[in-house]
């Protein structure tokens, strides 16, 4: 290192002067956009964890502290002090809004919550077996074909477009996760009502019957707010990059969105709530209390899922909150669920066992919102709905400031290739088959 500001790489006889970028809260980045043009060398990170790809002024995260910031602002307070709807304005537009500009982006998210007629069709042409994920997806991406002026592909219209298209998506992915969930239960589609915040709207339009008043438990829906406060960004996670790396091929918000829900369904990201109450389940009707499962998982032979982060080497803070909130909600609704036992013996076990301490895996905010969403009555294979309902005014954020930014690039990395060098064609009749490895 030569000084604070750049940083000198020699390359055999070529040196690399790397500029070093300061973040706010004084992280160092060595900018490498010219090293190969200058030495021929690229860097090689599979899975990311050293490549910075995108200066960002949404979220803060200090893994090693446990320290999780939207806008600056700690996630702690946020969950004490503000709702869903404030923090999604927050994270988007950058300040928190005053209350007039409040009462008017819940007014246009309430507006928007109707579903063209056609697209209740297009999800009753769905298996009723259908992963919701899948059909989560794809109707993000049709919606845009409803709404051709907001979903253009050209980058000016799309933009001068963002704020209707904000609340289009915000609205609707609530919409339409109600309307899978009571497409699959043979339930007609229920609107949602003026009055009601947004989450009790949601409980509203996935459990009520016709004709009936909808019984919405305060509690119930506060739990259900803060799960999706908490899981409103995450900085560049996997489905988060997928939505800035679509959208920065010139794809609308629609696609982009689109596609972060499919990065999101995998059981090692948003997957994992779904995976952790299979886990539970299993452990629970297996008679094991946890112990065999951890023996397992240090094996190698499983993953104790809901544990451990690529960024958190420490409690993960939304965890800690879900936890609290976990405990009230039971306490509220009066429920018990054996997996919470399960679940607190296999924590206790595994932050005391030297397997997970040495390697830092702690608890995950998924280790708790499956038990959470469970309580509520939640079907597991919707968990990751859930979550992409709470991640959607991030990824909202996160494709404007990749939108927004001057010269902005296509994403685009490199390889390094380890395939077969040149090689000649051969003729279908001239080719014999490889001899087979137990031959
Ligand atoms: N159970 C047991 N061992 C684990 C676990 C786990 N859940 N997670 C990591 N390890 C071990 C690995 O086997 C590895 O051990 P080794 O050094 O002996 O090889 C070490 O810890 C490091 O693990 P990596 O896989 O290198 O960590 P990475 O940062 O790539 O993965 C991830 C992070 C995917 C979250 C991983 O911890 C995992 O699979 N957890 C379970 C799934 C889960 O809960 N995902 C949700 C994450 S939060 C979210 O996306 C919203």
Known sequence: MTNKSEIKVTFGNRGYVAPVIVGTEGEHAVDIRKLRAETGFITYDEGYGNTGSCESAITFIDGEKGILRYRGYPIEELAERSNFIESSYLVIYGELPTPRELEEFRNRILLNAGIHEALRTMVAGFPMTAHPMAGLSAMLNALGCYYPELSSNNRKQDLENFDRTTTVLISK????????????NGLPVTYPKRGYSYCENFLHMMFSYPGEDSQIHPDVAKALDTL???????????????????????????????????????????????????????????????????????????????????????????????????????????????????????????????????RNLYPNVDFYSGIILRALGIPVNMFPVIFAMGRMPGWIAQWKEMAERPGGRIYRPRQVYVGERERRFVPLMERVAAPSANA
Not at 234 to 256: I, Y
Not at 321 to 348: N, S, T, W, Y
């Open 173 to 184: 992915v609530r919409a339409l996760a109600a309307m899978g969930y009571r497409y699959r």
């Open 228 to 358: 999706l406060l908490l899981h409103i960004d995450h900085e560049q996670n996997c489905s988060t990059s997928t939505v800035r790396m679509v959208g920065s091929g010139g794809a609308n918000l629609f696609a982009s969105v689109s596609a972060g829900v499919c990065a999101l369904w995998g059981p090692m990201h948003g997957g994992a709530n779904q995976a952790v109450i299979e886990m539970l389940t299993e452990i629970s009707e297996s008679g094991d209390d946890g112990t065999k499962f951890v023996e397992r998982a240090k094996a190698g032979e499983v993953r104790l899922m809901g544990f451990g982060h690529r960024v958190y080497k420490n409690y993960d803070p939304r965890a800690k909150i879900l936890h609290a909130q976990c405990m009230k909600i039971f306490d509220a609704i009066g429920v018990e669920d054996p997996l919470l036992k399960i679940a607190h013996r296999l924590e206790d076990i595994a932050l005391n066992d030297a397997y997970f301490k040495s």
